[in-house]
């Protein structure tokens, strides 16, 4: 299958192609297409994060990654999006820069006073009272919510914080500004890496789920390494899917299978049991997923069942998807920009159904696998007044592309970088080193990829051979030292 041949074309380029390294339980791996064998055999989905198979992209084509619940099956992709490394596009990208709609969404989208809105519309990037760079932000409660849709308590906090606001909950987290902020009024500043649920990466999806291996890894991470942060990818294929007629055990979504949300419940549960913790629970790989990595009305579904269950925890954000593809020319910016909006609307209508406050939701980057965030510098979301939204970028890409990527941006926007790593040819070492200087003085969040052993970049050496990693020792690549080293400096 074309899908296997890309897995194929991935692993050579990062020549990780060679005995034990498929992550199969047998030795019966390989199939017709002459691929690994991963699909139908078990093996690991070698590329998980934002760096996978070259499928042709290296100039920027319009491939969109498959029919499979709008991702390739393999989780692969090109380590540079599939796009020219200068980002291979036009500034203007050749359209109308407004999109059709008001470009500030009713508001100075740079923060600055108010241009109309909505009456009672919040200042959604909270004015001058962003804190800067200093880390002085507005005081808990000092931000103006405006009519009862910009409330970031959900109606459910106490009134009359300071500036007259609406106060935050308590452990709950809030935007102002181009920043983040915990209920006390301090910015987060949370640094860690992803880390997978039971599924594993494809690794695991052969077995028995064991959340505790997942718990055991999420200790590490906060533990030894240090980290604050966490983003938690939801791995799921379906009913219907190639995945569960090859024999995969863990294969259903939260709709589908109760016990898998009850898994995923008892992992962010233990998180929030870790002082000063913070999870981002992101909708992965999904089947509702369109080709184009865009939220569906069944994604709105999936988040609205997620919200029923985290609707009281004030430790998770919300990541809307994974990564919108291809797009690299922006025009279809908008449409993308519509799926996002309509995602946060019905997230945003569920917690006030279940009279929860507004968690952190984060929505990603238009397009280049969530590459692209200057669409929302002019067109931040709208929905609920786009209170408590963060953007989110994953960069893997030269210290060159930091100032499109993520520097520019989060002079007007809360930006969280959500995955970053080093990828041959396209991001360092030194590039990753570069990132997290650049992003701790910007005070903008950063996960790196991936506290796994199979998932290039991977931060943990791999010690299974093929297995699923259950209790292997947790021992740091390059890419992890680099990671635990930077995590142990104070920020």
Same mark, same amino acid.
């Given at each position: 299958?074309?899908?296997?041949?890309?897995?194929?074309?991935? !692993?050579?380029?990062?020549?990780? @192609?060679?005995?034990?390294?498929?992550?199969?339980?047998?030795?019966?791996?390989?199939?017709?297409?002459?691929?690994?064998?991963? @699909?139908?055999?078990?093996?690991?989905?070698?590329?998980?994060?934002?760096?996978?198979?070259?499928?042709? *992209?290296?100039?920027?084509? $319009?491939?969109?990654?498959?029919?499979?619940?709008? *991702?390739?099956?393999?989780?692969?992709?090109?380590?540079?999006?599939?796009?020219?490394?200068?980002?291979?596009? $036009?500034?203007?990208?050749?359209? $109308?820069?407004?999109?059709? *709609?008001?470009?500030?969404?009713?508001?100075? &989208?740079?923060?600055?006073?108010?241009?109309?809105?909505?009456?009672?519309?919040?200042?959604?990037?909270?004015?001058?009272?962003?804190?800067?760079?200093?880390?002085?932000?507005? /005081?808990?409660?000092?931000? &103006?919510?405006?009519?009862?849709?910009?409330?970031?308590?959900?109606?459910?906090? /106490?009134?009359?914080?300071?500036?007259?606001?609406?106060?935050?909950?308590?452990?709950?987290?809030?935007?102002?500004?181009?920043?983040?902020?915990?209920?006390?009024?301090?910015?987060?500043?949370?640094?860690?890496?992803?880390?997978?649920?039971?599924?594993?990466?494809?690794?695991?999806?052969?077995?028995? +789920?064991?959340?505790?291996?997942?718990? *055991?890894?999420?200790?590490?991470?906060?533990?030894?390494?240090?980290?604050?942060?966490?983003?938690?990818?939801?791995?799921?294929?379906?009913?219907?899917?190639?995945?569960?007629?090859?024999? &995969?055990?863990?294969?259903?979504?939260? !709709?589908?299978?109760?016990?898998?949300?009850?898994?995923?419940?008892?992992?962010?549960?233990?998180?929030?049991?870790?002082?000063?913790?913070?999870?981002?629970?992101?909708?992965?790989?999904?089947?509702?997923?369109? $080709?184009?990595?865009?939220?569906?009305?069944?994604?709105?579904?999936?988040?609205?069942? @997620?919200?029923?269950?985290?609707?009281?925890?004030?430790?998770?954000?919300?990541?809307?998807?994974?990564?919108?593809?291809?797009?690299?020319?922006? =025009?279809?910016?908008?449409?993308?920009?519509?799926?996002?909006?309509?995602?946060?609307? &019905?997230?945003?209508?569920?917690?006030?159904?279940?009279?929860?406050?507004?968690?952190?939701?984060?929505?990603?980057?238009?397009?280049?696998?969530?590459?692209? !965030?200057?669409?929302?510098?002019?067109? +931040?979301?709208?929905?609920?007044?786009?209170?408590?939204? /963060?953007?989110?970028?994953?960069?893997?890409?030269?210290?060159?592309?930091?100032?499109?990527?993520?520097?520019?941006?989060?002079?007007?926007?809360?930006?969280?970088?959500?995955?970053?790593?080093?990828?041959?040819?396209?991001?360092?070492?030194?590039?990753?080193?570069?990132?997290?200087e650049r992003a701790e003085g910007l005070e903008v969040p950063y996960l790196a990829w991936t506290f796994h052993q199979r998932c290039p970049p991977s931060l943990l050496v791999d010690q299974t051979g093929s297995g699923c990693g259950i209790?292997?020792? @947790?021992?740091?690549?390059?890419?992890?030292? !680099?990671?635990?080293?930077?995590? =142990?400096?104070?920020?």
């Amino acid at each position: 299958m074309k899908e296997k041949n890309r897995v194929l074309g991935w !692993l050579l380029v990062f020549g990780l @192609l060679g005995p034990g390294c498929g992550n199969e339980p047998s030795d019966e791996n390989t199939d017709d297409t002459g691929s690994s064998g991963a @699909l139908a055999t078990g093996g690991n989905r070698a590329t998980g994060g934002s760096v996978g198979a070259t499928g042709g *992209r290296a100039t920027g084509g $319009d491939e969109s990654g498959g029919s499979e619940g709008g *991702r390739d099956p393999t989780g692969g992709r090109d380590p540079t999006g599939g796009r020219d490394p200068t980002g291979g596009r $036009d500034p203007t990208g050749g359209r $109308d820069s407004t999109g059709g *709609r008001d470009s500030t969404g009713g508001r100075d &989208a740079r923060g600055g006073e108010e241009t109309g809105g909505s009456e009672g519309g919040s200042e959604a990037t909270g004015g001058d009272e962003s804190g800067g760079s200093e880390g002085g932000g507005p /005081a808990a409660g000092g931000q &103006a919510t405006g009519g009862a849709g910009g409330d970031p308590t959900g109606g459910r906090g /106490a009134s009359g914080g300071a500036g007259g606001g609406t106060s935050i909950p308590e452990g709950w987290l809030y935007t102002s500004g181009n920043h983040i902020y915990r209920s006390d009024g301090t910015v987060f500043h949370g640094r860690g890496a992803d880390i997978q649920d039971t599924r594993s990466c494809w690794a695991c999806a052969w077995f028995e +789920p064991e959340p505790d291996e997942v718990i *055991r890894r999420i200790d590490e991470l906060t533990g030894v390494w240090k980290g604050n942060f966490l983003r938690l990818t939801l791995e799921s294929y379906g009913a219907d899917s190639e995945e569960r007629s090859n024999g &995969a055990v863990q294969w259903g979504t939260v !709709l589908e299978d109760p016990e898998y949300l009850a898994d995923i419940k008892t992992i962010v549960d233990h998180v929030g049991e870790i002082p000063g913790a913070v999870v981002l629970l992101s909708v992965w790989t999904d089947p509702s997923i369109s $080709d184009e990595g865009w939220p569906t009305e069944q994604t709105r579904e999936t988040w609205r069942t @997620l919200v029923d269950t985290f609707r009281d925890s004030p430790h998770v954000m919300f990541g809307v998807v994974n990564e919108p593809q291809s797009n690299y020319d922006g =025009a279809l910016d908008a449409e993308v920009w519509d799926a996002m909006n309509l995602t946060v609307e &019905a997230i945003r209508q569920e917690e006030v159904r279940e009279g929860s406050p507004h968690h952190i939701i984060t929505v990603q980057g238009t397009g280049g696998w969530a590459r692209f !965030l200057e669409y929302y510098v002019d067109h +931040p979301i709208t929905a609920f007044d786009g209170v408590n939204i /963060a953007y989110e970028v994953h960069v893997y890409d030269p210290e060159s592309e930091f100032q499109d990527r993520f520097v520019g941006p989060s002079a007007t926007l809360p930006v969280v970088i959500g995955e970053f790593g080093p990828a041959e040819g396209y991001m360092t070492e030194a590039d990753c080193s570069a990132l997290m200087e650049r992003a701790e003085g910007l005070e903008v969040p950063y996960l790196a990829w991936t506290f796994h052993q199979r998932c290039p970049p991977s931060l943990l050496v791999d010690q299974t051979g093929s297995g699923c990693g259950i209790d292997m020792a @947790l021992e740091p690549t390059s890419w992890g030292e !680099l990671l635990m080293e930077r995590l =142990a400096e104070p920020w």
